[in-house]
């Protein structure tokens, strides 16, 4: 079940012409900091939100922390596989905003994760095409921070097998596994953001418009699915009976994931509507996520496997994304995602840390840490540096 107007949509996209002028990150004043270590830093009086200097300290702590997971035979953490590719592009986005203070963890992960990483996985291909996407948005994030094309060019070839799979199921958009069990939103908004991002990169690559149409398609599927409901929140995915939404949980990550592409897609074809759909999205997720602190919460919080302990994260990152790329992007709507990023890392490090170890329930206590949890915990730590 296609969109109707699908064909008319390609047509349009393949006259448009796109811009590849990304909109430069957020200038930020030059920072020299020593490293940290195993350094604590607790805001004691959570009235009064930390500093630039702090959130950066937590996050170098919390990194340093992480690394000690790290196995550098299989580039992973904790053999951890799509939260790897998600550890990846939460130390992509800090060494974009802080280069000093990342690079001497990421110049080695970057090169040992992306050459032995296929060990596990050749051509990071396995039966999820989520995780999959989950290492196109990695190297991407790399490729931004290195402009080292092969890591573009592995997102590419990564993204293949997605695009080549994508329109077979009973409802379209993707199949989130290749048994074909479920129709998810997390593997429908992961092709939407990497499509959007690779047209912004290779606009006439392989040939113009080659992702920009597998954004578009992409985009007007999701808004026809009915996965996002009557609160602007986004369901876990589609009854495969029916392809209606299935209604199911109202999970963090989902909220989050499409937004920076909905944003790049504004970049590229100068129309607002896709970045006004990020804020509502976004806003609506706070609303409902939220507990009275403003503390971000999820399904999950209360447990469901390891790796959805890293759901929380990749909100975060998207809102961090929305403050510091956003075209469209006015006064309020900036405070409130500033605030809710600060409030957030906040509670983290007063709340869901000991010994620089972050925990899965951001209002506390701190259970047992994993890279999940850490990772995502980071996620909303580094975050707030990037915007404060
Ligand atoms: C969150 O959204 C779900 C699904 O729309 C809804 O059932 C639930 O009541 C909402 N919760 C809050 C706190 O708004």
Redesign the pocket.
């Known amino acids: 079940m296609l969109p109707s107007n699908l064909f008319a949509l390609l047509s349009v996209a393949t006259t448009f012409t796109l811009s590849n002028a990304l909109p430069a990150p957020q200038s930020l004043p030059e920072l020299h900091y020593a490293q940290i270590g195993e350094r604590r830093l607790n805001n004691e009086h959570l009235s009064t939100r930390a500093t630039k200097t702090e959130y950066v300290a937590y996050a170098v702590a919390g990194i340093n922390q992480m690394m000690t997971w790290y196995d550098a035979a299989t580039g992973l953490w904790q053999e951890a596989w799509w939260p790897s590719a998600n550890v990846v592009t939460m130390l992509a986005n800090f060494h974009q905003y802080f280069p000093d203070m990342a690079k001497g963890i990421t110049d080695q992960v970057f090169t040992t994760t992306f050459a032995v990483a296929e060990k596990t996985f050749p051509g990071f291909l396995n039966g999820f095409y989520d995780d999959e996407l989950w290492w196109v948005l990695a190297w991407i994030q790399v490729y931004d921070v290195t402009n080292d094309e092969k890591y573009l060019d592995k997102a590419a070839a990564i993204f293949e097998d997605s695009k080549n799979a994508w329109g077979a199921t009973p409802c379209g958009g993707l199949w989130w596994d290749k048994a074909h069990t479920q129709i998810g939103a997390v593997e429908n908004e992961l092709y939407l953001s990497a499509a959007a991002k690779l047209a912004n990169r290779r606009p006439n690559t392989p040939s113009g418009g080659y992702y920009f149409n597998e954004a578009l398609k992409a985009y007007e599927w999701f808004i026809s699915s009915g996965l996002i409901?009557?609160?602007n929140?986004i369901?876990n995915g589609l009854n495969i009976a029916t392809c209606q939404n299935d209604g199911s949980y109202?999970f963090s990550y989902n909220q989050g994931i499409l937004l920076s592409g909905l944003a790049e897609l504004t970049w590229s074809t100068g129309d607002s509507k896709y970045n006004d759909l990020a804020n509502t999205i976004a806003l609506a997720a706070m609303?409902?996520l939220t507990n009275a602190a403003g503390i971000l919460t999820d399904p999950c919080d209360r447990g469901c496997n390891s790796d959805t302990e890293q759901f929380k994260g990749v909100f975060g990152r998207a809102i961090q994304f929305l403050v510091n790329r956003a075209t469209v992007l006015d006064d309020a709507t900036r405070a409130t995602y500033v605030n809710f990023l600060k409030v957030n890392a906040d509670s983290i490090w007063a709340y869901d840390q000991v010994d620089n170890q972050l925990g899965l329930v951001w209002s506390g206590p701190k259970g047992t840490a994993s890279i999940q949890t850490q990772s995502s915990a980071l996620d909303a730590i580094v975050g707030a540096a990037c915007v404060s």
């Open positions: 409901n009557s609160d929140v369901n109202v609303k409902n």
